[in-house]
Nanobody
Framework: QVQLVESGGGLVQAGGSLRVSCAAS????????MGWFRQAPGKERELVARISWSGGSTYYTDSVKGRFTISRDNVKNTVYLQMNSLKFEDTAVYYC????????????????WGQGTQVTVSS
């Protein structure tokens, strides 16, 4: 089992920045690919960014490219999502996820989910 706990969400004005973190415990963190999903009211959950177990490979959905950065610290067992130039449409609950396989993450079927943290961007 892997337990994931997100933190760092909150209210920010459009154009501002926010960093959300996800602390992992349980099985070896560095064995897992990590990702951030988000779900806005009335919309499906979408993969925002993912990072490979080593940190050597990343993916971003088109709407956040150039604004968001995913990173991980395999010593601190933590994955981060730095969000800059935030827009109103970034408002959502952000979920951390862990997967054994990149394909599982990409299909929206990771092995473990966090409980989510709310990010609200005011216009």
């Amino acid at each position: 089992q892997v337990q994931l706990v997100e933190s760092g969400g909150g209210l920010v004005q459009a154009g501002g920045s926010l960093r959300v973190s996800c602390a992992a415990s349980g099985r070896t963190f560095s064995n897992y690919h990590m990702g951030w999903f988000r779900q806005a009211p009335g919309k499906e959950r979408e993969l925002v960014a993912r990072i490979s177990w080593s940190g050597g490979s990343t993916y971003y959905t088109d709407s956040v490219k150039g604004r968001f950065t995913i990173s991980r610290d395999n010593v601190k067992n933590t994955v981060y999502l730095q969000m800059n130039s935030l827009k109103f449409e970034d408002t959502a609950v952000y979920y951390c996820a862990a997967a054994n396989y990149i394909s599982s993450m990409s299909r929206g079927l990771p092995d473990y989910w966090g409980q989510g943290t709310q990010v609200t961007v005011s216009s």
